[in-house]
C-alpha cells in the first residue's frame, strides 16, 4: 500500500490503522525516500511510534530509505545519456546539475554531495 507522510492520502497513520482492522499482525514500513534525513530521521520514526502504542499486538518493522545505491547512480546515468547523445558529459563547455531536494539535515546534504562526487567521477561538486 502506497501512503504518504504529508500532502497526500492515505496518510501513514490511517493507512496503519486500515491495515490492522484489516487483519495486518506485522507491518513493514519502507521509507521511499531518496536520502535519510528529517522525514526519515523524525517524521516517519515518530508517526511508527505513535501506531506501535496504539496497536501494541502488532509488529511494525521500520525500513533504511533508498540512500544513493549503485543502482539508481546508473540509472542517473542512463537518464544523462538519454539527453546527451554527443556524451558531452565531461566537456568543459558542459555543465551537468545534479538537482536535489535540500535538507535541513547536513549529513544528508553531505552524502548527497559524496554520492553525486562520485556520479561525476571524482569531478568536484560545487556546492555552499
Not at 13 to 33: H, K, M
Not at 45 to 51: E, G, H, K, R, Y
Not at 90 to 99: A, C, H, K
Amino acid at each position: 500500500m502506497l501512503v504518504f507522510l504529508e500532502l497526500a492520502d492515505p496518510p501513514i497513520v490511517s493507512a496503519i490503522d486500515e491495515a490492522v482492522q484489516a487483519g495486518a499482525r506485522t507491518i513493514f514500513a519502507i521509507p521511499w525516500l531518496l536520502l535519510g534525513a528529517g522525514h526519515a530521521k523524525n517524521d516517519l520514526p515518530t508517526a511508527i511510534q505513535w501506531a506501535r502504542q496504539r496497536h501494541p499486538q502488532v509488529t511494525i518493522r521500520y525500513g533504511s530509505p533508498l540512500n544513493m545505491q549503485p543502482e539508481l547512480l546508473a540509472v542517473l546515468a542512463d537518464r544523462l545519456a538519454a539527453i546527451d547523445p554527443d556524451k558531452g558529459f565531461g566537456s568543459p563547455t558542459t555543465s551537468v546539475l545534479l538537482v536535489q531536494r535540500g535538507s535541513s539535515d547536513p549529513e544528508a546534504n553531505g552524502r548527497g554531495v559524496s554520492r553525486g562526487e562520485a556520479f561525476m567521477g571524482g569531478q568536484e561538486i560545487w556546492h555552499h
